[in-house]
């Protein structure tokens, strides 16, 4: 079984950083890619930022050069530095990991997701 526990998400104002981490626990092999997406209510699920084992990064363009996506592989965890934040940002931001569980077989698990609420 495979967990991933987010953290980090809460209230700031406009302009503000905050950091969200997500931290992957259980029995697999590797972790592959890891990401963030994010969803405010009646919009599609928006993937936000994601980084592959290699360390290589992809944005999406209303965040590039505000958030930066990295990942710690000692501690199986992945980061999201958010800054310069906007109210357009607001939204339950979620983790989502690639695991390889066994030889030839990755899932795709999810985090429970964390609220992050930017005030004007």
């Known amino acids: 079984q495979v967990q991933l526990v987010e953290s980090g998400g809460g209230l700031v104002q406009a302009g503000g950083s905050l950091r969200l981490s997500c931290a992957v626990s259980g029995r697999f092999i590797i972790i592959n890619a890891m990401n963030w997406y994010r969803q405010t209510p009646g919009k599609q699920l928006e993937m936000v930022a994601g980084i592959n084992s290699g360390g290589t990064t992809n944005y999406a363009e209303s965040v590039k050069g505000r958030f930066t996506i990295s990942r710690v592989n000692v501690n199986n965890t992945v980061y999201l530095q958010m800054n310069s934040l906007k109210p357009e940002d607001t939204a339950v931001y979620f983790c989502?990991?690639?695991?390889?569980?066994?030889?030839?077989?990755?899932?795709?698990?999810w985090g429970q997701g964390t609220q992050v609420t930017v005030s004007s």
């Open positions: 989502n990991a690639d695991v390889a569980v066994a030889r030839f077989a990755s899932q795709s698990y």
